[in-house]
């Protein structure tokens, strides 16, 4: 970006955002994954990770095509079969391609059936330990333990069922249809109302596990099943308290945003198989052992809206999901805590960032086609934390009533709700939400890798009773973008009295003048801190001050 110059740069993201061919591209749309699994042994010593599979697929041609291909580990699956319309198949490289003897023709609906075998082996999706069977497939793991269309872009239907011995408790995502006893076997069958990434599937599934569950009356009066599964031995103080605070965080977020978009919510701890504090899994969020916390939950509750209702449609856009559900829970501390605990969250996230080794864009176009590392793709001090303050920087810059306008906008969006959105969809629609021309600070928070350093300079001179103010703004940044941003200048006079100034700082040098008839005695620059990425040296004639 060094190469572009300033009146160039406005346009970089939308102007330089252009598709090229990836794994995302297909001639096919998958309607719904019927998925039989017999996980009876995995729960009995000694435990092991294979399984058989029975998968349906039912699927849209897009085009007249000849072939699918579909994400199936090489390592961990072993195709027995796949049949359907006179076709053949070829498992290798991670790849599953199924060929028709005669092309499908555009818009029509098929049905292919795969009997698959899922070695016993470990491989870091489906997790096995103990009596407890779950997965966990963000970003590409599902493709590990089924065959799939393995992107986030693709959303189907999803039905599970399942055979576990009979004291074993299973969740996974959707409304459980029927849990059939027989001998000492139960047969679980889930299903999904709504259309679902293969990231956000789940099966969460213990001997012995428990669980709690209550109903929420959403705002369209209809009743919606929360379960809560928990470990033996976990904090129930922390337990009964999110149990207790979830009718008002499902209201809180559905007045702000829709109405609860999904048939079900539920939350299941794990164990220390999952490293992370929790996954977004539609409708059944998975929590690390023991992680009842408020903010956790209200982070992955969050995604249900941002990531889930509306999908990244590439891992590119990763930082909608986590950055949006990263800001969300300031807005729940706000919520429960009032404005002061607001600025104290966002100025931690800030910290976060700015105490980071590692630094990067918040958007990374080449992550389209070329998926990072976990670490990178997930790093919490910038896909998570920065983003999260360039959303709390646009909610300053907008003004509350035009962001939270903007926020309901965007997910009563029926032209992306169960779809998916990408960088550059995402700001045109958030400048037509609001009417303004924020593609200027996108631009620069999202492709900048930095932030601005500050160097604003201040005089007040007494001329004829009147006294004259000048604020000279000028930033010497890291990279060569200057970063455009409404700011607040609080005035302070010696009668104990303050004014505050709103200005538009874009360009270096730029000048303001303000004349009082009362003595000014200090000058604030941006007292609440709403800019919050950013570093700033005040000067006033000789005296310098560090603003901190």
Not at 498 to 523: A, D, L
Request: aromatic fraction near 16%; hydrophobic fraction near 40%; glycine fraction near 4%.
């Amino acid at each position: 970006m060094k190469n572009f110059s300033k009146i160039f740069f406005v346009f970089l993201i939308i102007a330089s955002l252009t598709y090229s061919q990836s794994e995302s591209e297909k001639d096919f749309d998958i309607l719904k994954y019927t998925l039989e699994l017999d996980l009876y042994n995995n729960y009995l010593p000694p435990y092991p990770h294979s399984f058989n599979g029975l998968l349906d697929i039912e699927f849209k041609a897009l085009g007249d095509i000849k072939q699918i291909k579909l994400n199936a580990s090489s390592f961990s699956i072993m195709i027995k079969s796949v049949t359907g319309n006179n076709l053949s198949f070829e498992h290798k490289s991670d790849t599953l391609f199924i060929n028709f003897n005669e092309p499908i023709k555009r818009n029509s609906v098929k049905k292919l059936t795969i009997k698959y075998f899922h070695n016993n082996i470990v491989d870091g999706a489906f997790f096995v330990k103990d009596g407890r069977v779950f997965t966990n497939n963000a970003p590409q793991g599902a493709r590990k333990w089924f065959p799939c269309f393995d992107h986030p872009s693709d959303k189907a239907l999803f039905e599970l069922k399942a055979r576990t011995p009979t004291d074993v408790l299973l969740g996974s995502n959707g409304l459980l249809i029927d849990s059939v006893k027989i001998a000492d076997t139960i047969f679980y069958n889930w299903k999904t109302e709504y259309p679902l990434s293969t990231y956000l599937i789940t099966i969460s599934s213990k001997r012995n596990y428990q669980l709690s569950e209550i109903f929420w009356t959403n705002l369209n009066r209809k009743s919606v099943p929360v379960r809560f599964y928990w470990n033996e031995g976990e904090n129930q103080s922390a337990l009964t308290h999110i149990i207790s605070i979830t009718p008002e965080m499902m209201k809180f977020f559905s007045e702000l945003l829709c109405d609860y978009p999904f048939e079900k919510n539920g939350y299941a701890t794990l164990n220390e198989l999952f490293i992370f504090g929790g996954m977004e899994n539609q409708t059944l969020i998975s929590l690390c052992a023991n992680c009842w916390d408020e903010e956790l939950i209200a982070h992955e509750f969050s995604h249900q809206w941002f990531g889930n209702l509306i999908t990244l449609k590439t891992w590119a856009d990763v930082w909608l999901n986590e950055g949006f559900a990263t800001f969300a829970e300031g807005l729940w501390i706000e919520h429960r805590f009032g404005k002061e605990a607001y600025k104290e969250y966002m100025r931690i996230q800030a910290e976060r960032f700015f105490q980071s080794e590692n630094k990067f864009p918040i958007f990374n176009r080449d992550w389209r086609n070329r998926i990072p590392d976990i670490g990178t793709l997930y790093n919490g001090e910038i896909i998570y934390a920065k983003a999260a303050s360039v959303l709390h920087m646009l909610r300053y810059t907008l003004g509350d009533s035009i962001f939270f306008a903007a926020l309901k906008s965007y997910t009563n969006d029926k032209s992306l709700q169960y779809g998916n959105i990408s960088t550059e969809e995402f700001i045109p629609k958030i400048i037509s939400y609001t009417g303004k021309d924020v593609g200027w600070f996108f631009n620069q928070w999202l492709a900048g890798t930095y932030y601005p350093v500050y160097k604003n300079y201040y005089s007040i001179t007494e001329e004829s009773s009147e006294y004259l103010v000048d604020l000279i703004f000028t930033q010497e940044n890291k990279e060569n973008i200057y970063y455009k941003m409404p700011f607040e200048v609080k005035i302070l006079f010696e009668d104990g009295s303050s004014i505050t100034e709103n200005v538009f700082n874009e360009m270096n040098n730029q000048n303001y003048q303000f004349i009082y008839s009362k003595k000014p005695i200090k000058i604030y620059f941006d007292p609440d801190e709403k800019i919050s990425l950013k570093e700033m040296y005040i000067e006033e004639l000789e005296n310098v001050i560090i603003d901190d």
